[in-house]
């Protein structure tokens, strides 16, 4: 059994309005649909997904179809959501909403044209 502390449904959806605002919480779930361009970017949000949760050694569910990817997490031991939950979500974030053109610095980022873009990045 789990000693973590399991967050309550306000102290989640507070969490997340304040640090992850394209998630949500639905039934005893975090959740999030990343938006993609093709059935590629879908397989390249898939992969990112399972390397970071390998790493992190925090499992989500995941469901896909050629335009998104959602992605669900629970902390299965404790039965509810934890601070490993929040934590994948922000790392998952972090990465697959990462856009290299918007910093400064000399990588350009995916070129605006149907041919290469593979995510529907949020902003």
């Known amino acids: 059994m789990s000693s973590e502390k ?7 959806k507070s969490y997340l309005t304040d640090k992850l605002p394209h998630w949500f919480y639905e039934n005893g779930w975090i959740r999030r649909k990343y938006k993609t361009s093709s059935w590629k970017g879908t397989l390249m949000v898939i992969n990112t997904v399972g390397h970071l949760a390998e790493a992190a050694w925090h499992h989500p569910d995941v469901a896909a179809s050629y335009g998104f990817v959602i992605v669900k997490l629970q902390n299965h031991a404790a039965k509810g959501i934890t601070d490993k939950d929040f934590l994948l979500a922000e790392k998952l974030e972090s990465v697959i909403q990462w856009q290299p053109s918007k910093e400064d610095n000399t990588l350009e980022g995916t070129p605006d044209d149907p041919r290469f873009k593979y995510l529907k990045y949020d902003d």
């Open 6 to 12: 399991v967050y309550s449904e306000d102290e989640i």
